[in-house]
């Protein structure tokens, strides 16, 4: 809860700027703070940032600290009421189970930040200061990021809360179920409705937020050179080791990604296409095994931080690491493990079909990216629309949508949707950076040039397409 406050805080105030959200009350940064930030797999990916318990002075040689000059000014004053309804009806066949779920869900985040101050370091006196200073290369901190090629950063500025307060939230869910299905999980052990059953729940959850909480947080990166002398990147994001190799310096993922934020979207249908082969490998899968990973992903799509879990695991897993080290909690843990097992059957069962580096691992790594990537609301109203019917008129719009820019869906498909599905689906296209309109038995969509809407269309269509691949039928 804290979190999604947090991320909203910065996406009003800050929206495509530095600031970055805290995740957890629990945690405290200070100014000169070290974060490490991992680099992302997928170049529309944000990188994940790391806060240590380390500050600059902890890594220095020498027993002269670093003495930053500090301000403090009074930021803005900042109340804030999200909330929203979603509705649907479908019909969902998997191989084990049919079911007809009708659900709707009205959810209400309440913030009260009151009056926030913000804490900054004098950049230029820190340039000054961090002349002719030397890192310690020895310190165990630098060492493991070295190994992991990740980047250093120091905080120089953060936004905090200056009384007490407090974020409350709201939700209620109600629901039938005809079947046997999992319906709702969001924060709760798994409910199993059976035969025309049905289910209301309502929670009202409060959190007090005392002075001094920091909610948002700027780095500055280091570039780090091989005797331990660095410099500050004013004008990027781009530190780093000296010691990394052009390999290790590289973005990984999409061969050939340019890891630009294009504005008008017009990257869209290249980058689709050179990620054809993983949504392709997942199509070419028995319809056993991608029934029952559609199945299981979208009940985790009601949980972002159980998805999210899945992912810090998969990172692991295409790494080549040891998933043990993952700091996922055992509920989490519970959630996703039935997911790994589908992973593993599917990749002994399509082990002699694959061909070139794309494997069932890194193309449902592309998925669950994609996926954590979008907000609650998104996640929630993906989970409607992941029905067959309605994933395949979907899965026409982007098709068109890579080959015109604009994309018609028309006919028996359209007309053979809910009509509550489809305002549904309109929200889903709408909230990232497309449009959708329909008229009559017609649906249309395009890239909306005046949002400028940059990654989000492809992080949309990638989750989209990934779980058409996925639908048995």
């Not at 040689?61 to 009074?74: A, F, K, R």
């Not at 310190?139 to 120091?154: A, D, P, S, W, Y």
């Not at 949504?279 to 029934?291: E, G, N, V």
Request: aromatic letters at 4%; one cysteine or more; proline letters at 5%.
């Amino acid at each position: 809860m804290f979190a999604t406050a947090t991320r909203n805080f910065v996406d009003e105030v800050d929206p495509g700027g530095l600031l970055i959200p805290m995740r957890s009350v629990n945690d405290s940064i200070a100014l000169l703070t070290v974060v490490v930030s991992q680099k992302p797999f997928w170049f529309w990916q944000k990188p994940k940032h790391l806060p240590t318990d380390f500050t600059l002075n902890d890594l220095l040689v020498g027993d002269t600290p670093i003495t930053p000059v500090l301000t403090e000014i009074d930021f803005i004053k900042y109340n804030g009421t999200y909330g929203g309804h979603i509705q649907g009806s479908v019909d969902a066949t998997f191989i084990q189970s049919n079911v007809n779920v009708e659900g709707k869900e009205s959810s209400k985040l309440q913030m009260s930040f009151g009056s926030l101050k913000k804490d900054e370091v004098d950049v230029r006196r820190l340039l000054q200061d961090s002349k002719n200073r030397v890192l310690d290369m020895s310190h165990c901190l630098i060492q493991q990021t070295k190994k992991k090629c990740q980047v250093f950063g120091v905080v120089k500025e953060r936004i905090v809360t200056n009384q007490p307060c407090s974020v409350v939230e709201e939700l209620q869910q109600a629901g039938s179920c005809a079947g046997t299905f999992s319906l709702w999980g969001l924060k709760s052990p798994k409910v199993l409705l059976k035969d025309n059953a049905s289910l209301g729940k309502d929670s009202n959850v409060a959190m007090e937020i005392p002075t001094n909480t920091t909610l948002a947080y700027a780095l500055i990166d280091l570039v780090v050179k091989h005797d331990g002398r660095y410099e500050l990147c004013l004008m990027s994001s781009e530190g780093g080791f000296e010691v990394d190799s052009p390999t290790q310096r590289s973005l990984a993922g999409v061969p050939g990604a340019c890891g630009q934020d294009h504005p008008d979207g017009s990257h869209l249908p290249r980058e689709l296409k050179n990620l054809g082969a993983h949504f392709q490998l997942l199509a070419a899968l028995p319809a056993s095994s991608r029934s029952s990973l559609l199945e299981k992903i979208t009940a985790l799509m009601v949980d972002k931080a159980a998805l999210n879990a899945l992912q810090s695991v998969l990172d692991q897993m295409i790494l080549g690491k040891s998933v043990n080290t993952v700091d996922v909690s055992e509920a989490h843990k519970q959630s996703i493990q039935p997911v790994l097992e589908v992973l593993k059957e599917a990749e002994g069962v399509s082990a002699a079909q694959m061909e070139g580096s794309v494997t069932v691992l890194s193309a449902l790594h592309l998925i669950t990216s994609a996926l954590s990537e979008l907000t609650c609301d998104n996640l929630a109203a993906l989970r409607v629309c992941s029905c067959p019917d309605t994933l395949k008129v979907m899965d026409l719009l982007v098709e068109h949508l890579m080959e015109s820019g604009e994309s018609p869906a028309s006919g028996a498909d359209v007309a053979a949707l809910p009509e509550n599905v489809l305002p549904v689906m309109e929200h889903l296209f709408n909230s990232s950076g497309m449009s959708l309109q329909r008229d009559g038995d017609t649906a249309r969509s395009q890239i909306n040039q005046l949002k400028q809407p940059g990654n989000q269309p492809l992080i949309m269509c990638i989750a989209l397409r990934g779980l058409r691949s996925l639908n048995p039928h």
